[in-house]
């Protein structure tokens, strides 16, 4: 676990980590230097009664290398925290990125939950463990030089002392073990379910109040809550226990041995001093003891995480590889001189049902065409397939001679993305709750949004009028997911943002489905006129506006058929 997290950062936070790793080493090397000085001192003055200028000096000494040590550990403190915080933020970036980058089909596997905790909590719990084992192994060596001392001055009470602490540690830690990760799993769970249901409540906020069902989700939220607390609670609590029942224990054995002591012993006044250090060195090693094993708790909590983790980093991994094959192969910029031809498309989501069997159609530049079919005969999977997001089983998309199935044009493999090219409104589409203008230039930095240009789209989108008349005009606030606006505004939004940018081709899902007769033609005569030669692909249900187009095709029985 250790080494596979260590092995997927990168080299400055490798560097970092055995540089945190050989700082941690220098304080248990001063911490038992200085509990060996304070034994040689007791011994000297317990031996000859009284302190030499020398011994009064080297103590002083002593305070200066605990003052020392005092601000080498808040050092170590802020190098682990940067640490964890960093590298937590770099591996996040990785998940990030394999989230965006992966195909559709990967994709529609998680939930949008799923996917937060993956990339802001999984990615800091696994950091964290690469911090606790290096917290491990140094409390553990510092545990056994301690554990030496011990041994050296009391002899066979620090054997046994010791070994009665290993043997506790031992049996915590493997009651315990299976409960952590369980804990963990368990609380990964709980939070990823409390989460969604704060999404929800706003993706469906309408519904629920209709409804009235309020209640019921605040009482599901408050069930997701509270299993996670309660979870939380028994975890803390468990890892609060241990510390508790180590301290006890160990002092519980401590008056054993002393009453044996008392009971055996002879000479007292003689065993006092020995009796001390080893006290000490008891009261030392307890916290030690106690990091060991809640170091290793929450490795074990964090097991689901890491399980988490190293998936996703298998597949990030395969990512960059794939990256690295098409930045070998030639790079073409697509282009759309002819048009799009599909050629025998074979596609199903499973081997089982086939949505297309052997499909193919022509679309010439400069025409519209418009994608008519019955509910699920298949025209988002066409558009998905067509844009490249789907893989079909078998057949081709060219555009022009470059074929996005194969990768590859007459002269052989290469790339092309298609965000030069293509602009493409969704079925269902996405607006945050930022303001219309920041919507229409979606993908835009703030300072580079062109305002006249988003003004210029807004027109074309037939909704410049309701705009102006707004408040704050293109600065109004939509409301999270275009709630403060209506359906019909939130696609000519939607569609002013596919406007925004310069397309060769415009593919619209049922862009329009939510505007009456009169506005929906108005928008389409508007893109036409204003792009008149441009190729327009229209997903749509209304047969009126499918008459617009040039061509229709009818999506039926697993193939595409003109009609018209
Ligand atoms: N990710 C998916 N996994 C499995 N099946 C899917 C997936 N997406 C769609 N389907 C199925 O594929 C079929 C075609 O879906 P598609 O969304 O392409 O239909 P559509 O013609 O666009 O429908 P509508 O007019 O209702 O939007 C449907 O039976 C649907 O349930």
Redesign the pocket.
Known sequence: MFRYLTGILDTRERMTWKIYAVLSLISPIVDIFSFSVIIYIINIVVRENQASPELTAFTVFMVLVSMLKCLFELYKSKIANRFVYEGAQKLSMKIYELLIKENLTEH?KKTAMQALNMVRNDTTNCIQIIVDWIGIVINGITMAGFAAVLIYVSKWIGVVSSIILLLLMAVVFFRMRTRMREYGERSRAWSIKANSQITIAYGSFKEMKIDDRSTFVLHKYGDASQAYAQVQGEYKYKISSIGVILQNSIMAAMFVILAVILVFGTNLSAILAPMVVYITALVRMLPMAYNVLNGMNNVEFAEKSYEALKECMAEYSLLKEEEKRSEAVRQKTLTLQKGVSVRNLTFG?SDRVH?FQDASIDIPVGCSIAVI?A????????VDLLLGLLKPQSGHVFFDDYDIVTQSDAEGPCRAGMGELVSYIP?TVYLNGETIRNNVAFFEEEEEVDEARVIECLKCAQIWEDVRKMPDGIHTLIGENGTAISGGQRQRIALARALYKDFELLVMD?ATAALDMETEKAVIDSIRQIKADKTLIM?T?HMSLANECDVVYK?EDQKILRVR
């Open positions: 529609n989501y949505i079919g509910s699920g005969a298949g025209k988002t999977t066409f079925q049922e997903v249900h999506i």
